[in-house]
C-alpha cells in the first residue's frame, strides 16, 4: 500500500512587527510555541503576551489564593527567557472561562491596546484531533480571540473602548491558532528550541504534579518530540506550526 501524502507546511509569514499572543493560562504558549517565539524576538520583533487566568484552579495541592500568584510569577519569568518583557492578565477565573460578549470585549481592548499585525492564540477546536479532548477554557479563549481580531477594529463595536482611549485597530493580518490539528504554516523550531525548554521549565510548580519524571527529562523530551514530528513536513526542520486565518 502507498503511505498517505502529507502537506508540507508553509513559512509563517514574517512581513511584521508587533504579536499578541492571547491564551487562557500559564504554560499554554510554553506547551506551543515558544521556541518561534524566541526566534521572532531574536529577530527584534515585538510579542506581548495575554493571559486570561493566572491558572489558580491548576494544581489540586495548591489552594488557588496560593496558586495564582505563584503561577503568574513563574510565567513572567518563562515569558523573559523568550525575550517577552510585557504579560497581561486579563482576571477571568480559571477552569470557568465563558466564551461571549464580555471575553471578546476584553481581548479586543488588549488587540486595541497593544496593535498587533500578528495575533496568536491555541486550539479553539473542541479535540486535539482525534479523541483527545480539548478544556473548555482553551476553546473559549481560541474562538473569542479569533472573533476580537475583528472586533478591534470595528468602531460601533464595543464604542465604550474608544471611550477609554482605545481606539480601533484594523491592522490584525492573521490570527495563527497553535496546538491545531489541522496546521498550514510552520517555523523553524531550531534556534529557539533550548531556550523554549528552559522558558517551560520556569513552569517548574504545575511540572512537579504534573509528572513523576526529572522535570527537565520530561519537558526536553516532549518539547524536542513534538518539533521534530513535524520535521517531515517542513523541509526535514523541526518546526512548530500554526493553523493560520488571514484577515
Known amino acids: 500500500m502507498t503511505e498517505p501524502q502529507v502537506s508540507p507546511l508553509e513559512p509563517m509569514p514574517d512581513d511584521w512587527r508587533r504579536a499578541l499572543a ?3 493560562h500559564p504554560d499554554d504558549l510554553e506547551y506551543g510555541c515558544s521556541a518561534a517565539i524566541a526566534a521572532w524576538t531574536d529577530g527584534g520583533r515585538e510579542v506581548t503576551y ?3 487566568t493566572r491558572g489558580e484552579a491548576g494544581i489540586d495541592t495548591l489552594d488557588p489564593a496560593r496558586c495564582g500568584p505563584l503561577r503568574e510569577q513563574e510565567q513572567q519569568a518563562s515569558a523573559a527567557v523568550v525575550g517577552v518583557s510585557t504579560v497581561e ?4 477565573q480559571d477552569g470557568v472561562i465563558e466564551y461571549g460578549v464580555p471575553l471578546r470585549r476584553d481581548i479586543a481592548a488588549a488587540i486595541r491596546r497593544h496593535r498587533p499585525e500578528l495575533v496568536i492564540t ?4 473542541d479535540t486535539w484531533g482525534g479523541v483527545a479532548w480539548n478544556t473548555p477554557d482553551h476553546v473559549a479563549v481560541g ?3 479569533l ?3 475583528g472586533d478591534a477594529g470595528n468602531r460601533w463595536i464595543f464604542p465604550e473602548l474608544a471611550a477609554q482611549g482605545l481606539q480601533p485597530w484594523n491592522g490584525v493580518r492573521w490570527v495563527a491558532v497553535a496546538g491545531s490539528s489541522t496546521p498550514t504554516h510552520a517555523v523553524d523550531a531550531t534556534p529557539g528550541l533550548e531556550r523554549a525548554i528552559h522558558s517551560l521549565l520556569e513552569h517548574r510548580t504545575y511540572i512537579e504534579v504534573l509528572t513523576d519524571e526529572d522535570p527537565e527529562t520530561y519537558v526536553r523530551t516532549f518539547l524536542t518530540g513534538t518539533a521534530q514530528s513535524l520535521s517531515p513536513r517542513f523541509d ?3 518546526a512548530v ?4 486565518f488571514a484577515r
Request: hydrophobic letters at 55%; aromatic letters at 8%.
Open 89 to 92: 492578565f486579563l482576571n477571568h
Open 236 to 238: 526535514g526542520k523541526p
Open 122 to 125: 491555541l486550539n479553539h477546536r
Open 50 to 52: 495575554v493571559l486570561a
Open 241 to 244: 506550526a500554526f493553523e493560520l
Open 147 to 149: 472573533d476580537a481580531a
Open 143 to 145: 474562538r473569542a480571540t
Open 22 to 24: 492571547v491564551v487562557a
